[in-house]
């Protein structure tokens, strides 16, 4: 009986908790995540593609990943580019990408003159790397967008500073500390692209980004470890086979990761038809390993990831 009680109790910490999380709180104060695109490639899935802010008092400070539809998402979500302070990118397939052009035009529209480092993984025979797709987009006189080359030579209000981060290894990388933040990523795999997950330690939180990748390097559990949210990028169902799952995780893989991470929030994203409307099955297959707060990502969507603590104290 005590313990029955007891594990009603866990319970409803964990359902409270969770809806709390779920509570606005972008641009306003504390650290969020926002999605800004909770789709994969498909149009048939109706969202965005991959896209997402870390927002702290108010300011979206921190991109990563921007796919098709995203920048649409960043206008409605109120960020302003003048506050952005860095992009990260998990790989440069179309789906993560292909905002990036919007952004730097749209930056023309405002009052920005920082510099803007952006940080993607280093390349190879499929894929430039993030300072080669950079040229290709915008270098004078071969890039598609070369008259935006303002930003890359710095003759522009500010200079957009692409850097490779390399995938060869699969230790923790440091990657760009500033005084308020501290990035790390790991390489992760994602079929043959070069792929990296993100870790952002902002106002005493740790925030992880998967973005895609199939689980079979085994480094995400450590770049993860103890993080107050970990985004993981749902693909694909449990029974997927062939390329499909050699390019992503199943929701066995997600809990599993998740779990040996003591990750204390899970959110799905990248949700596509495959998964769309089997979200019952796939949280049976996480919730087989992950017993923590979970929650499937739409667009527009704001974590409160700050709040957390405040909030099982108050409960306690
Ligand atoms: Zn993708």
């Not at 709390?20 to 695109?37: D, F, H, I, K, M």
């Not at 915008?138 to 303002?150: Q, V």
């Not at 106002?203 to 895609?212: E, K, L, P, Q």
């Amino acid at each position: 009986m005590k313990f029955k009680i007891l594990y009603i109790v866990g319970s409803l910490l964990l359902t409270t908790s969770f809806l709390t999380y779920a509570e606005p709180c972008c641009g306003t104060s504390g650290v969020c995540v926002q999605v800004l695109g909770s789709g994969g490639p498909e149009v048939a899935d109706k969202r965005a593609s991959s896209g997402y802010l870390v927002w702290q008092n108010g300011r979206a400070r921190i991109m990563i990943d921007m796919g098709p539809g995203s920048m649409l998402r960043y206008e409605e979500s109120g960020a302003r580019i003048e506050d952005l302070e860095v992009v990260l990118l998990s790989h440069l397939h179309v789906d993560h990408s292909a905002d990036l052009p919007a952004l730097i035009k749209g930056s023309f529209f405002t009052d920005r003159t920082s510099d803007l480092p952006l940080y993607g993984p280093s390349g190879n025979t499929l894929i430039p790397g993030a300072t080669a797709f950079v040229q290709t987009l915008f270098a004078n006189p071969t890039g598609a967008y070369h008259y935006l080359s303002d930003y890359l030579t710095g003759e522009g209000a500010y200079r957009l500073q692409a850097h490779d981060v390399p995938v060869s290894g699969t230790a923790v990388q440091e990657v760009l500390a500033s005084k308020d933040f501290n990035i790390t990523a790991v390489a992760v795999h994602h079929g043959p692209l070069p792929a990296l997950a993100w870790r952002i330690d902002i106002g005493g939180r740790a925030i992880v980004f998967s973005g895609d990748m199939n689980g079979d390097k085994d480094t995400l559990p450590t770049l993860a470890a103890g993080a107050d949210l970990l985004v993981a990028h749902h693909a694909v169902p449990q029974e997927a086979k062939g390329v499909a799952r050699k390019l992503h995780m199943p929701p066995s893989v997600i809990g599993e990761i998740a779990a040996e991470a003591k990750v204390k929030q899970l959110v799905l994203s990248h949700r596509m038809s495959r998964t769309l409307g089997r979200e019952k099955a796939s949280e049976i297959e996480i919730r087989k390993r992950y017993a923590g707060p979970l929650e499937f990502a739409d667009d527009g969507q704001c974590f409160n990831v700050s709040e957390k603590d405040q909030t099982l104290k108050s409960l306690l």
